[in-house]
């Protein structure tokens, strides 16, 4: 039990710190998405369901889903600035 | 400031609050070491004062109802700010959306998708549906449940297309459901005002300990904080959505 | 190991306070600033957390059967889903910010000096 605790505790340290080493908002996404992941897994190592299921749904899907439909406008944006520059 | 004084001067100053935090945190009770008596007082009486085993549940409606009331009506004014942020602008126009037009750069949905997406439109909805309304027996609530359905929503985009999404969940519905969830609330805590206790006691009829209609308010509030997040949700999807597909500046291609 | 939590919690708050100081994007930006967030969670659930116990439930074990605290896992599972919601906030706002000034570089939006 202890293995496994210290195991998730060094795992969310080292998704953390990737989710801010990736400097493309697109990949962060998906990092974010699985840093959501492995924050949920350990919400129930620590006994603690209900916060768990909020963090998979919010973190894993609803937060990552919002990123990328921004991403989308911008890109949209880019592509009509890049077509008038032209 | 350049970026690279800028690192510099945020990594001195990281070292000292990291040492001051680190510092503080020591003079908290070990990892796994649990003193305060307020969880401890919970566990043990909150089961036979309220009536609902799942006792974060009771927490969160019934002990601290106030505290989620005000934290609803951040989510609330966060949904209303995303939607007067993405408003159409002067020089917008909102063009009907078309998915299938020439100049759009995304793929067509893969059948694998459409399918996958239609066949878990039903049980996704029963899910959310059975954790807002066993929120106070089993881990859950309305806030987890109505994320749920909204990702239902999602689900009903990605294997249709907006004017699916749009049909299924029209806008005046969501607006209404999201309004209604956030009036209730209040509604349920004046009810406590009416019957001569304080602003949202736990007035109904309390039940039995695990069975459905029990626990007094709280599945009441269960079931109105579900329709509120469920409703901003959905809202905030069909936002963005509608800024990348219908509102339009002259000359952008998606 | 009794330290550990608190340590990943302040090891998370300053990573995510330098990713939002050297950030050159602004969704970069606010992704960091839900990885902050979240540090303040494991720390609520440090501080209630039991050993040997088990969840705050008692739909099937009987009431006095040693559990953890369930007023942090109240408080951290309503921050979260009202933390997300103001995420998508200050997404629309970086959206807004890309369509007025064609950027979304923090460098490049500062105001001009006259």
């Known amino acids: ?86 | ?254 | 190991m009794r330290f550990l939590p608190y340590a990943v919690a302040a090891w998370l708050l300053l990573v995510g306070l330098y990713g939002i100081v050297t950030s050159r994007n602004l969704v970069h930006a606010i992704i960091c600033l839900s990885v902050a967030q979240s540090s303040t969670y494991i720390l609520l659930l440090s501080v209630g957390f039991e050993r040997g116990g088990t969840a705050p439930i008692f739909l099937d074990v009987p009431v006095g059967t040693k559990a953890v605290d369930p007023v942090v896992g109240a408080l951290t599972l309503t921050d979260i889903v009202v933390g997300a919601t103001v995420s998508a906030l200050l997404l629309a706002l970086a959206v807004q910010a890309h369509k007025h000034h064609g950027t979304l570089d923090p460098e490049r939006l500062k105001p001009e000096r006259d």
């Open chain 2, 1 to 254: 400031m350049t970026p690279r004084l800028r690192r510099r001067v945020f990594l001195a100053a990281a070292v000292v609050a990291g040492a001051f935090l680190l510092w503080g945190l020591t003079g908290l009770p070990d990892y796994g070491v649990y003193n305060g008596p307020y969880g401890d007082v919970l566990n043990r009486v909150a089961v036979a004062e309220r009536k609902a085993t799942n006792v974060v549940a009771s927490v969160t409606f019934d002990y601290r109802g106030v505290d989620t009331m005000g934290e609803e009506y951040i989510l609330f004014a966060a949904v209303l700010g995303v939607a007067i942020l993405l408003r159409a602008q002067r020089d917008e126009t909102e063009q009907p959306p078309d998915e299938d037009a020439a100049d759009r750069h995304a793929p067509a949905t893969s059948n694998a998708v459409r399918v996958v997406g239609l066949a878990l439109v039903g049980p996704v909805v029963l899910f959310g549906g059975y954790v807002v309304t066993h929120g106070h027996l089993t881990p859950g609530g309305g806030f987890q449940g109505g994320v749920v359905l909204a990702t239902a929503a999602l689900l009903v985009y990605l294997s249709g297309e907006y004017v699916t999404l749009r049909r299924v969940s029209p806008e005046v519905a969501t607006d209404a459901a999201e309004s209604v969830g956030a009036g209730a609330y209040v509604a349920i805590g004046l009810l406590g005002v009416a019957a001569g206790a304080t602003f949202l006691a736990n007035v109904l009829p309390l039940g039995r300990p695990g069975a459905l209609l029990s626990a007094g308010t709280i599945p009441p509030i269960n079931l109105v904080v579900g329709l509120e997040v469920a409703g901003g949700f959905m809202l905030l999807l069909s936002e963005f959505l509608e800024q990348t597909l219908v509102i339009r500046r002259p000359g952008e291609v998606t």
């Open chain 1, 1 to 86: 039990m202890i293995v496994l605790e210290v195991a998730v505790f060094l795992l969310v340290a080292a998704a953390g710190t990737a989710v801010v080493l990736t400097r493309d908002p697109l990949n962060q996404a998906i990092v974010a998405s699985f840093y959501g992941l492995v924050l949920g897994i350990m919400f129930f190592v620590y006994q603690a369901p209900d916060v768990a299921l909020s963090q998979i749904t919010v973190g894993a899907v609803a937060l990552p889903l919002m990123i990328l439909l921004a991403l989308a406008k911008v890109r949209a944006l880019e592509g009509s600035r890049r077509r008038d520059d032209r």
